[in-house]
C-alpha cells in the first residue's frame, strides 16, 4: 500500500495505479476522456491535469509544478502529494472543455448519447456556461464505418480509446487516426470496416457521442432506460451485463466489469442477441390439452393440475417411468425446483441433460494471444447454465442420460411420463423427435416457441426469456452467477420460476435468492454467488 | 439512410492488376534488416512507392500494408500524417507555393493567383495535360528571397507576378544542379553490418551526417 496526499487528505492506495485511478477510487471526480484502465495510456485529453510536489532544481526545496501532470501517467508511489482543487488546475480543465466544443456541433436533442455523455457532464461541471466562438464551425462528416457502427466524425474528442481497443483487445486494427492537427479524425480504410466479433465495445468506450450503435439509434431517449444487473446467456463464459429497458421492451445490453469473467468487454453475439425476446411466434399462454380439447388454465389452478397429472400417472401406471430433460438456458433455481418436484413424485425419475448447443471453435481475442495476453474469449458453447445443469444432476444422484440417449430411449417407449424444458433462443430440435414424443402419455413441454415436443405435449407451459426472470447461472468455470428480472412476461405468460415454485409445493413469491438459499443447505456450491465489483463512481 | 453519412464499406475502386512490382516489394524488404519489426519499414516504404509511381493510392497502400504484415488502415494512419505523400495522381512538375509571412509580404499571394489564371486550376489540382499540380506549404526556407516557389525540388528565389510566364514557359524549370538523393535506396550490405555492430550514440552521429 501507497500513501499519498490529494488535496491535503491522505490517501492510502495500492501500488502500481495510477494517480488518477487512487483519486477516482477515493471518491474524487476526475474528468478524463482517454485513459480506460482496460486500455494503455494515451494521457492526450488533457483533462486530467494536476499540480505536483516537485523538488525545486536548485534547492531542493519541495513545492507544486508550475507545469500541470497528467493524473492518469503518473504512477502513485508513497509521499507523493498532488492537488486538483487549485485554481489552476480548474483553469485548465475549462480551457481543455472550450477547446473540445469549438466545433463540436451541439446536437444534442439529436444525439443518442445525450444523457449519457461526457461532454456533456463535464462541461457542466468544470466548464464553461457560454461559448466564445464566434467563427464558423467546421464541419466534418459521418462516417458509415461498418455494419454496427457508425461515426459522427463533428462529435470526436479525439481520446483515441477506440483506436486503442481494435489494436490492443479485440486486436483487428481496422480503426485509425488519419491526418494531422486540428484535421485529425477517426477513420477505417475504404472498403475495410469495422467488422469484428467485438466492435460493440467501442461504441461503449466512446464517451461522447461519436460513436454509435446502429441497432441503437433514434430508438430511445437514454433517461427513459432503466438498467437491471444480469448475466448474459449468449455462451458459456456468462459476462456480467446490464440490461436497459423502457416500457417492458429490451433496447440493449451494455457490458458491466468483472474482473473474474469479462473485464469491461462483451461480445456482439451477446449484445445483440436479444432480438428474440420480443418475438411475436412466442408462446404466451399455457395450454392443456385433453384429447382435441385445447384449453388456457388459470394460472392459479396449474400447479395443481401439474401435481394431480403426474401423480395420477405414477399411481395408476405400475412401474411408470418419468423422464424430465432440463434445458441448459434453465436457471439453476428453475431446474432445482423441477427436479425437486419430480422426484418427489416419482423418486426413480430419469433426469435428462438438454442439449448444448456448441458453434464453432473457442475464438480468443487478440486472435493468436495465449496465457495472460488474452484479453476476452467467446466460448463455442452457446449456453449459459450447462455447468449448473450439470452440478444439480450431480447432486439430485439417479439415472441421468444424455439427450441423445433420451430420444432413443422415448422413441422405444421406454418413458410413459415427460416433462421437456427447452427455452433456447433458436430452435432446438434438430433431428425429428415427433415419434419420441408421440410415445408420452403425459408429456409437459416448457418452451418458448413451438415444436414437436410442444405439438405433442398434453400440457404446454410458455417459457420465459432470462431478461423476464431471476435466478443464477453457472458459467463454463462454475462461478455461479445471479441475474435479476428486468422486463415482465409477455401478456398472459407467467415466469418459470414462480409456477415451478407453487409446483414444487412452495407458497408466496418465488425469488433467485431465497430458492438458493434453500438451495445451499444441500449443495454448499451454493452458498457463494459471483457479483460483480462496484465500480468508483466517476470512472467510466 | 436518411441523412448523408460517408460511405467507408464499399474500397475506392481501382484496377486488379498489382501496383507493386517484385522488384519494389523487394526493395521494400531490403529495408527490413534495419529494425526490429517489419511495420518500422513503413517510411521507407511510401516513400520508395511515391517516388516510383507518383503517388500512393489506397490500392498501392494496401499492397505495402500486405509486404509490412501490418493492416492497411495503419499505412492510411501514417500516410495521412505526412502531409507530402499523395494519394491521388500529381502533375509531371508539382509547383509548392510559399504561403508564409515573408513571401505573403513580398507578393507570394499576386505570385499565386498569377500561376492559377495562367494554369486555369485552383489549389490541389492538375492540369488536363497532367504537367503541373500546384500545392501551397508553409515555409521553404527561403525567406530571404522571398517570394520564392518550388517546382519539383528546384527552388525559385525572388518571383514577381510577371515572372511567371517565363517560369512556366522555361522546360528546364526544375532540373536541379546536385544529384537526387539516394536515401530511399537500399543500403549496401556492408553498411548494414557496420550500423549494427557500432553502438548507438554512433547511429545517431552518422544520422545527422547523412542529414
Not at chain 1, 466479433?197 to 454509435?212: R, W
Not at chain 1, 431465497?514 to 457479483?531: D, Q
Not at chain 2, 499523395?86 to 508564409?100: A, L, N, Y
Not at chain 2, 522555361?170 to 553502438?199: G, H, M, Q, W, Y
Request: hydrophobic letters at 35%; glycine letters at 6%.
Amino acid at each position: 500500500m501507497a500513501k499519498i496526499i490529494i488535496d491535503n487528505q491522505e490517501v492510502e492506495c495500492q501500488e502500481g495505479i495510477t494517480v488518477l485511478q487512487a483519486a477516482s477510487k477515493a471518491g474524487w471526480d476526475v474528468p478524463h476522456y482517454c485513459f480506460h484502465p482496460g486500455l494503455s495510456i494515451a494521457a492526450s485529453c488533457r483533462l486530467c491535469l494536476m499540480e505536483q510536489k516537485m523538488p525545486h532544481p536548485q534547492t531542493r526545496e519541495m513545492g507544486w509544478s508550475p507545469k500541470l501532470m497528467p493524473a492518469c501517467q503518473t504512477p502513485v508511489r508513497d509521499g507523493l502529494e498532488v492537488r486538483f482543487a487549485s485554481d489552476k488546475v480548474k483553469q485548465n480543465r475549462a480551457n481543455c472543455l472550450e477547446f473540445y466544443l469549438l466545433d463540436h456541433p451541439l446536437d444534442c436533442p439529436v444525439c443518442d448519447q445525450a444523457g449519457e455523455c461526457h461532454l456533456q457532464d463535464y462541461s457542466q461541471r468544470f466548464g464553461n456556461a457560454e461559448s466564445r466562438m464566434v467563427d464558423q464551425k467546421h464541419v466534418t462528416p459521418k462516417k458509415d464505418i461498418g455494419p454496427k457502427t457508425l461515426l459522427y466524425t463533428d462529435r470526436c474528442v479525439l481520446c483515441t480509446r477506440c483506436v486503442r481497443f481494435t489494436q490492443e483487445i479485440s486486436g483487428t486494427n481496422e480503426l485509425c487516426l488519419t491526418n494531422r492537427g486540428s484535421k485529425n479524425e477517426i477513420d477505417v480504410f475504404p472498403g475495410r470496416p469495422l467488422d469484428n466479433p467485438l466492435q460493440g465495445n467501442v461504441v461503449d468506450l466512446c464517451p461522447v457521442g461519436c460513436l454509435l450503435d446502429k441497432s441503437f439509434l433514434f430508438k430511445r431517449r437514454v433517461w427513459e432506460l432503466k438498467g437491471t444487473p444480469s448475466t448474459c446467456p449468449g455462451c458459456a463464459m456468462g459476462c456480467s451485463i446490464r440490461v436497459d429497458q423502457a416500457d417492458e421492451h429490451v433496447y440493449r445490453l451494455k457490458p458491466r466489469y468483472n474482473p473474474k469473467v469479462n473485464d469491461w468487454w462483451m461480445c456482439d453475439e451477446g449484445r445483440f442477441g436479444f432480438e428474440y425476446v420480443h418475438d411475436d411466434k412466442r408462446i404466451a399462454a399455457p395450454v392443456v390439452r385433453r384429447g382435441k380439447d385445447k384449453t388456457t388454465p388459470e394460472w392459479q389452478d396449474l400447479p395443481g393440475i401439474l401435481k394431480t397429472r403426474f401423480e395420477t400417472h405414477v399411481r395408476e401406471h405400475e412401474g411408470a417411468s418419468v423422464a424430465v430433460v432440463l434445458s441448459p438456458f434453465m436457471a439453476c433455481e428453475e431446474a432445482w425446483l423441477l427436479i425437486r418436484f419430480i422426484r418427489d413424485i416419482a423418486p426413480s425419475a430419469v433426469l435428462v441433460m438438454g442439449p448444448v448447443p456448441v458453434e464453432g471453435e473457442d475464438q480468443q481475442f487478440p486472435a493468436g494471444a495465449t496465457g495472460d495476453a488474452v484479453k476476452f474469449t467467446i466460448l463455442k458453447e452457446k449456453c449459459p447454465n450447462k455447468r449448473g445443469i450439470e452440478m444439480l444432476l450431480e447432486a439430485a444422484g439417479g439415472e441421468t442420460l444424455a439427450f441423445d440417449a433420451f430420444v432413443e430411449k422415448a422413441t422405444a417407449g421406454e418413458f410413459s411420463a415427460g416433462w421437456v424444458v427447452g427455452g433456447y433462443p433458436k430452435a432446438w430440435v434438430e433431428k425429428p423427435v415427433g415419434k419420441a414424443a408421440a410415445k408420452f402419455e403425459l408429456l409437459v413441454a416448457q418452451d418458448m416457441f413451438e415444436n414437436e415436443f410442444t405439438a405433442a405435449a398434453d400440457i404446454v407451459l410458455p417459457a420465459c426469456a432470462w431478461v423476464e426472470r431471476d435466478g443464477s447461472f453457472a458459467n463454463h468455470a462454475g462461478l455461479i452467477q445471479p441475474f435479476a428480472r428486468s422486463i415482465e412476461p409477455p401478456a398472459g405468460a407467467m415466469r418459470d420460476g414462480q409456477y415451478l415454485f407453487e409446483t414444487a409445493g412452495f407458497e408466496g413469491i418465488y425469488s433467485g435468492e431465497r430458492v438458493r438459499e434453500l438451495m445451499a443447505a444441500t449443495i454448499p456450491a451454493f452458498n457463494e454467488v459471483c457479483e460483480a465489483p462496484p465500480v468508483p463512481a466517476h470512472t467510466h | 439512410m436518411a441523412w448523408k453519412a460517408l460511405d467507408r464499406l464499399t474500397p475506392v475502386a481501382e484496377g486488379e492488376a498489382p501496383l507493386l512490382s517484385e522488384a519494389l516489394r523487394e526493395k521494400i524488404r531490403s529495408f527490413f534488416p534495419r529494425y526490429e519489426t517489419k511495420r518500422a519499414a513503413l517510411l521507407p516504404a511510401l516513400h520508395i512507392v511515391q517516388n516510383t509511381l507518383g503517388h500512393v493510392s489506397y490500392q498501392a497502400m494496401e499492397e505495402i500494408a500486405e509486404v509490412l504484415d501490418i493492416h492497411p488502415s495503419d499505412v492510411l494512419d501514417t500516410l495521412s500524417f505526412y502531409t507530402h505523400f499523395w494519394t491521388h495522381p500529381k502533375g509531371e512538375k508539382v509547383i509548392t507555393v510559399c504561403r508564409s509571412l515573408s513571401c505573403e509580404v513580398m507578393g507570394g499571394k499576386e505570385v499565386l493567383d498569377e500561376i492559377k489564371k495562367q494554369l486555369g486550376i485552383g489549389l490541389h489540382e492538375t492540369t488536363p495535360d497532367g504537367k503541373y499540380s500546384l500545392v501551397t506549404e508553409e515555409c521553404l526556407a527561403g525567406c530571404d528571397h522571398s517570394a520564392c516557389l518550388l517546382i519539383n525540388e528546384k527552388l525559385h528565389k525572388c518571383v514577381k507576378p510577371e515572372d511567371v510566364a517565363k517560369l512556366l514557359a522555361d522546360e528546364n524549370n526544375d532540373k536541379i544542379d546536385s544529384e537526387r538523393s539516394d536515401l530511399f535506396d537500399p543500403p549496401p550490405e556492408s553498411a548494414v553490418t557496420k550500423t549494427d555492430a557500432s553502438d548507438g550514440t554512433s547511429d545517431a552521429n552518422e544520422a545527422q551526417e547523412g542529414n
